[in-house]
């Protein structure tokens, strides 16, 4: 599906990404951790094509980038960026709108108008479609920009791959969750998903792969059990933290602190 070869990226003197090799299955879910400066958001860019690495390769249904028509990638590969315009004068359905502009030229056909509409539904902001996008709140501009970037997707093509940078910030509890059920369900429709997450208990939870980054480089890639250790999240994070069995799904749950009593009397469920 997605395969990184020894990417490399130096700006100013300073190693970006060092020698980065990555693969993504068909209907894998990825999460990319790692702390602040690790390179995450920029590997994503690397990866989906938005930033040249210096050195490596990187294919995507084994082809490279360059062999891609835009009008055919587009329809193949979405992402969603933690920046985006938030002053934007249009109505909310027309902003979710614009995921569909691969699909028509001038005007959306009835297909696009009921992909936008159920993907609407979905994501709960249905309700917003009439109003004005500078009305909402900072969690709702951004479930709705994360639902311009699920319509894109919604087409009959399969092993089509999403990349989200940190999408469930500004985003409660519920709508967290729901969010990375959509993504999960995307996958499990033998697509693939790439996501820079910060709450680590939920990568563990969601993910099928995990790559930890720090400065640049690969600490460690591979599964939760594999990568969920305490001493290797500690030392990639520089925290202390201890790793828990989460008593509602058995998944790691990590817990950030000096070790204390009150943290001694929860060894018994160390996963």
Not at 16 to 36: A, H, M, S, Y
Request: include cysteine; charge should be neutral.
């Amino acid at each position: 599906m997605l395969t990184g070869k020894q990417l490399s990226l130096r700006k100013r003197n300073f190693n970006l990404l060092d020698r980065v090799k990555i693969e993504v299955e068909r209907g894998e879910l990825l999460v990319i951790i790692g702390p602040n400066g690790a390179g995450k958001s920029t590997l994503l860019s690397v990866l989906s094509n938005e930033q040249r690495a210096d050195n490596g390769e990187i294919y995507f249904n084994d082809k490279k980038f360059e062999e891609w028509t835009n009008s055919d990638l587009a329809q193949y590969k979405a992402k969603f960026s933690q920046e985006f315009n938030s002053n934007i004068g249009l109505q909310t359905a027309d902003i979710v709108m614009m995921g569909r502009y691969p699909y028509f030229d001038s005007k959306p056909k009835k297909e696009d108008i009921e992909i936008v509409e159920k993907m609407m539904k979905l994501t709960e902001i249905y309700q917003f479609r009439n109003r004005n996008y500078n009305q909402l709140s900072g969690g709702e501009k951004q479930r709705v920009h994360l639902t311009r970037v699920l319509v894109q997707l919604e087409n009959e093509n399969s092993n089509k791959l999403i990349f989200l940078d940190e999408p469930l910030n500004n985003l409660d509890v519920r709508h967290q969750r729901q969010i990375l059920n959509l993504i999960r369900e995307f996958t499990e429709n033998g697509n693939s998903a790439v996501l820079v997450l910060h709450d680590l208990s939920l990568a563990a939870e969601f993910a099928d792969k995990i790559l930890l980054l720090k400065k640049g480089k690969v600490v460690a890639f591979g599964d939760t059990a594999s990568i969920f250790k305490p001493e290797l999240i500690s030392e990639a994070f520089d925290f202390h933290c201890e790793i828990f069995k989460n008593p509602i799904n058995s998944q790691p749950m990590v817990v950030f602190g000096e070790k204390n009593d009150e943290l001694k009397k929860l060894e018994m469920n160390r996963f």
